[in-house]
């Protein structure tokens, strides 16, 4: 059974602080790891990463994958309120559907 | 704009009522999935379906059902067997190769009351 595990469950910090969010997988078949930003209702894309060792980065944001310990990071930097949201790791296989872990909520404190 | 879109956004059965929930995109995206959300979880897989008149279970398919008859819709309907489906469902739609993420409708909140 395809697994995802997301850590830490939630995270409350003020702004201007760096995070660090986890993930760790166990998939047959791998394809790809994303990530995404629920803030009330849909999800909304951030990062697909397929290889191993090329950090994305998107303003603030950046990820990595790690495919031989099975591991991926979202960092933020100086953070701000609006970055509250629960952050999504999924992970896609070549059978064309992705299992997702639970999610970290991050509270951003002003 | 192109994008998906769910209805209705809130919506009420009483047990052991079937409902179904609409899914409309058009992005012309050919592979269409169905999540269910529970509080403080992620998010589970019901079904999938890749191409037009095809479809797969998935993770939690147990008193659903879909169908796949247009490319652009994909309508899940939530049965008197499934036991506990208060839950929030998202739709959602990938574009061809898998090259980018999943884009997703606002969501349905189904109560049981």
């Known amino acids: 059974e395809d697994k995802v595990v997301q850590s830490p469950l939630s995270l409350v910090v003020h702004e201007g602080d760096t995070v660090t969010l986890n993930c760790s997988y166990e998939?047959?078949?791998?394809?790809?790891l994303l990530w995404y930003k629920q803030e009330k209702k849909a999800p909304t894309f951030l990062f697909m990463l397929?290889?191993?060792?090329i950090e994305k980065k998107s303003g603030r944001l950046s990820s990595i994958l790690d495919k031989k310990e099975l591991f991926s990071i979202l960092n933020i930097t100086a953070t701000q309120t609006g970055d509250s949201a629960v952050y999504l790791c999924?992970?896609?296989?070549?059978?064309?559907?992705?299992?997702f872990g639970d999610g970290t909520t991050l509270t951003v404190k002003p | 704009d192109g994008g998906i879109t769910q209805s209705p956004k809130y919506l009420f059965r009483k047990e052991g009522q079937n409902v179904t929930l609409s899914c409309e995109q058009n992005?012309?995206?050919?592979?269409m999935y169905w999540y269910r959300q529970d509080p403080g979880q992620g998010l589970r897989l019901i079904y999938y379906?890749?191409?037009?008149?095809?479809?797969q279970k998935g993770d939690i398919a147990e008193g659903y059902s879909v169908s796949r008859e247009k490319k652009e819709s994909f309508p899940l309907t939530v049965t008197s067997a499934q036991k506990n489906p208060t839950a929030f469902y998202l739709c959602?739609?990938?574009?061809?190769?898998?090259?980018?993420?999943?884009?997703f409708g606002s969501g349905t909140r189904l109560t049981v009351v």
């Open positions: 999924a992970v896609s296989t070549n059978a064309g559907k992705s299992t």
């Open positions: 998939v047959t078949n791998f394809r790809s």
């Open positions: 397929t290889s191993s060792g």
């Open positions: 992005l012309n995206h050919d592979a």
């Open positions: 379906s890749q191409i037009v008149n095809d479809f």
């Open positions: 959602a739609s990938q574009g061809p190769g898998q090259l980018y993420g999943y884009t």
